[in-house]
């Protein structure tokens, strides 16, 4: 098991940053991949960027390509999303999660986090 916690979120205005943390914890002595989804009211879930723990390798969605950059501290069981530049159309719940097969994380991840607000206001 993979527990995931998420903080970070908050409301900030048009072309503000934010920065989330997901800090996983438990079965962590093997890699998976992990990332970040959003949905927000009346949407569907979108899966915004998606990492390895044992590589380098980054995938973002169109969305947020160019405005949003992962990162990771293996040390401290930590992924990190910086995003930069930031609409209304961001606003979100940020929901982090893993698992340790790619298609399985695409489709439906095993583990999922609490979840951290993202307001963007005009």
């Known amino acids: 098991q993979v527990q995931l916690m998420e903080s970070g979120g908050g409301s900030v205005e048009v072309g503000g940053s934010l920065r989330l943390s997901c800090v996983a914890s438990g079965d962590t002595s093997s890699s998976f991949y992990w990332g970040w989804f959003r949905q927000a009211p009346g949407k569907k879930r979108e899966g915004v960027a998606a990492t390895y723990t044992g590589g380098k390798t980054q995938t973002y969605s169109d969305s947020v390509r160019g405005r949003a950059i992962l990162s990771q501290d293996n040390a401290k069981n930590t992924l990190y999303l910086q995003l930069d530049n930031l609409k209304p159309e961001d606003t979100a719940m940020y929901y982090c999660?893993?698992?340790?097969?790619?298609?399985?994380?695409?489709?439906?991840?095993?583990?999922w986090g609490q979840g951290t607000q993202v307001t963007v206001s005009s």
């Open positions: 999660a893993a698992d340790w097969d790619y298609s399985d994380y695409l489709t439906r991840p095993t583990f």
